[in-house]
């Protein structure tokens, strides 16, 4: 018999991109009904699937574990009490099972009696006929009590995933995702590059409040938030503070655009700096716990330090860690603040964080192939939008065109891992030429013969202002509709 499968927990089966998944439904080969793919549909249209495949899921997760932070790699499995309660939901739900099939076997045998009596009172030509519907009824018994079926061995993974994780849809916008290990449903989320609302993280504030209509969270942190009876009587849970039991329905607030983020000032802390190479810092800083920043891919922050006033920066790290904050700063950028980068900030040094700004975001709804041009530093703000798309699994198709001074592809490492690790991802470089109309026609011209269909792409341009505009027009001039062009100048 077949089982229903979410479309992020069929995915997760069978080791591929929900994005992946999503475009064989859109090309009809294969069939969901209403969200949902059976197990069957799923083996018809993946036949040479074998469970060993889902090797590549973990190779994407890895990326995204490697690529998001200490605080994500943290993956564990889930408390022991969330594990209990899920063993015990499942072993409630069997035994639902159970008792359903006892009594449909005493409905036919009752059947059967009840056939055997009319036989006995009939008269001929209807005793035979239910002399016939009797042996049918007997041969059929036989046969379902005597077979063993095949196994359905996504239907076993599946329940076993079922005790592993639990999962999530939001209302009103049937976004959906797992929740693993000891994640609570804010973590979880997060990874999944979701923009939900909240605030302290800690049980605090109550602005990740979310209503459970229906499935069962659990608490697994401690909170001082106190709800008023009608929150309370109403199912509202806090997501920073709740783990699901089993899969649940909750009803939230996400942010829909940068307007719905507000505007936030935080003191970190410098992690590190790290040369990337002779004119380009990593600066990693790191919020408090209780103070995590909020912010969308693409947006930038203005960080101040004392004695050397404030300057703006993109953000390079994915939304998805908020804590641990990247950016890339280039020798010359960002004046008294950029020059301390490179001479005299140190570990532990206190900096301003005062934003986010910026509203040239990924649209993660769109579903079209996505195409990240970066000129220069521009792979910072490049970098936080790929970690993004690749927790939302937000297309089928990614490349990435950067664009660099000989030497200055300064991450070319992450590149490459990402093109090895994901066949979705493609990686090609470029020498950065001169920020004027003949040079950027010449760019423009080596982007359409490397990307034919580069048209249908949402294409994403990062970098200095002066290469930006004329970028633009090259495009255009090559192709590419200007509605499909998005830029962010860093
Ligand atoms: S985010 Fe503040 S209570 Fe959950």
């Keep these: 018999m077949s089982h229903l499968l979410g479309l992020a927990r069929a995915a997760r089966l069978i080791g591929v991109s929900r994005a ?66 899920r063993v015990f939901e499942q072993s409630r739900e069997l035994g639902d099972v159970k008792l359903h099939l006892q009594r449909y076997h005493a409905l036919v045998t009752g059947l059967q009696s009840e056939v055997r009596d009319l036989m006995e009172r009939s008269g001929p030509s209807a005793r035979e006929a239910l002399r016939h519907l009797d042996g049918w009824v007997e041969g059929e018994l036989r046969r379902v009590l005597g077979e063993t079926e095949e196994p359905d061995s996504l239907a076993l993974m599946d329940d076993m995933l079922r005790v592993m994780s639990a999962h999530v849809t939001l209302r009103p916008s049937q976004h959906d995702f797992l929740v693993e290990g000891a994640d609570s449903i804010l973590e979880a989320g997060l990874k999944a590059g979701l923009a939900l609302n909240y605030g302290c993280s800690t049980g605090n504030c109550g602005l990740c409040k979310a209503r459970v209509i229906s499935g069962q969270v659990m608490k697994i942190r401690h909170f001082d938030y106190v709800f008023t009876e009608a929150e309370r009587q109403q199912g509202y849970t806090l997501m920073c503070c709740h783990s699901p039991v089993d899969d649940v329905t909750l009803e939230t607030l996400e942010a829909g655009s940068a307007q719905d983020i507000p505007t936030q000032q935080i003191t970190a802390r410098v992690k590190a700096v790290q040369a990337l190479d002779a004119d380009m810092r990593l600066l990693h800083l790191q919020t408090p716990r209780s103070s995590r920043l909020r912010f969308l891919a693409g947006q930038s922050l203005t960080l101040g330090l004392a004695g050397a006033g404030t300057a703006e920066f993109v953000i390079a790290s994915c939304p998805c860690d908020d804590r641990n904050l990247q950016f890339h700063v280039e020798r010359g950028q960002g ?25 040239y975001l990924l649209d993660d709804e769109s579903q079209r192939a996505l195409l990240f041009i970066a000129f220069g ?71 359409a013969e490397d990307y034919p269909d580069f048209a249908n792409h949402a294409v994403y341009l990062a970098g200095p202002s002066d290469y930006l505009t004329v970028a633009r027009e090259s495009l255009a001039e090559a192709g590419l509709p200007p509605q499909r062009m998005h830029a962010i100048a860093c």
């Design 20 to 85: 992946a998944l999503q475009q064989r439904i859109k090309d009809g080969n294969l069939h969901a009904f209403d969200g949902m793919i059976t197990t069957e549909e799923l083996l018809k249209a993946y036949p040479d699937l074998t469970l060993e495949d889902s090797g590549v899921f973990e190779r994407t997760l890895k990326i995204k574990e490697e690529a998001f932070g200490r605080r994500v790699r943290e993956r564990s499995l889930p408390p022991k009490e969330v594990l209990a309660e």
């Design 335 to 359: 004046g008294a603040f950029g020059k301390m980068v490179f001479d005299g900030l140190r570990v532990g040094d206190s900096v301003s964080l005062y934003g986010p700004w910026g509203d």
């Design 377 to 447: 530093r521009g792979f910072g703000p490049v970098k936080s939008m790929v970690e993004h798309a690749l927790a939302r699994e937000a297309s089928e198709r990614i490349d990435l065109a950067w664009a660099a001074a000989p030497g200055g592809h300064y991450m070319v490492n992450q590149c490459r891992y990402w093109a090895d690790a994901l066949d979705n991802f493609r990686y090609r470089s470029y020498e950065l030429l001169a920020p004027d109309r003949p040079a950027m026609d010449r760019f423009a011209a080596r982007i």
